[in-house]
Every structure is written in C-alpha cells, then in structure tokens.
C-alpha cells in the first residue's frame, strides 16, 4: 500500500510529527516520541488529521484558567481539608 508524506516537523518536546495520505485517500499521522510511536489511521481529510493531531498534543499548560476552572480553584483552596467534609470542592 502507497503512502505520500505530506508534511513532518520537528515539535517543541523531541517529538517528530508526520501526515501522510494513503492510498485509499484517507490521511493518517504518526508521532515518534523517546518512549515510543503511535500512529492515528482512517482520518477522512487531512483537516480532520490536523484537527485530532492538536486535541491529543497539545501543550494547553501555559494557557489562562478558565473563569470554571477558577472557581474550582477558589473553592478546593477554601476548603480545611477534612475528608468527611468534601461538599464544597
């Protein structure tokens, strides 16, 4: 079976990224990584490749906290610490 490489970068971590279309016209990307590679097959447009190529490595760490996640926050560090009181986290 024929694949065409479309694209490949080098990440920010080590990791390398490829896109590839096969050729049954579906698309698919394999991530090597120092623990190992994994491969994401049957993608049915290189947008939908991309698309789930950023929602599994993205790097979301450095991004502000969500007003949600905030309050979650806000009432975890209220909260005294005793386990058999746990309703306000």
Same mark, same amino acid.
């Given at each position: 079976?024929?694949?065409?490489?479309?694209?490949?970068?080098? /990440?920010?971590?080590?990791?390398?990224?490829?896109?590839? !279309?096969?050729? +049954?016209? @579906?698309?698919?990307?394999?991530?090597? *990584? #120092?623990?190992?590679?994994?491969?994401?097959?049957?993608?049915?447009? /290189?947008?939908?490749?991309?698309?789930?190529?950023?929602? !599994?490595?993205? +790097?979301? @760490?450095?991004?502000?906290?969500?007003? *949600? #996640?905030?309050?979650?926050?806000?009432?975890?560090?209220?909260?005294?610490?005793?386990?058999?009181?746990?309703?306000?986290?």
């Amino acid at each position: 079976m024929t694949k065409v490489l479309l694209m490949g970068k080098k /990440l920010s971590n080590d990791s390398e990224v490829r896109f590839y !279309k096969e050729a +049954d016209g @579906s698309y698919k990307f394999i991530v090597e *990584e #120092e623990h190992g590679t994994s491969r994401h097959v049957g993608c049915p447009t /290189l947008t939908s490749a991309i698309s789930l190529f950023k929602s !599994k490595y993205r +790097d979301a @760490s450095n991004e502000p906290v969500t007003s *949600e #996640e905030q309050i979650i926050i806000d009432q975890f560090n209220a909260w005294d610490g005793n386990l058999q009181e746990m309703g306000s986290i």
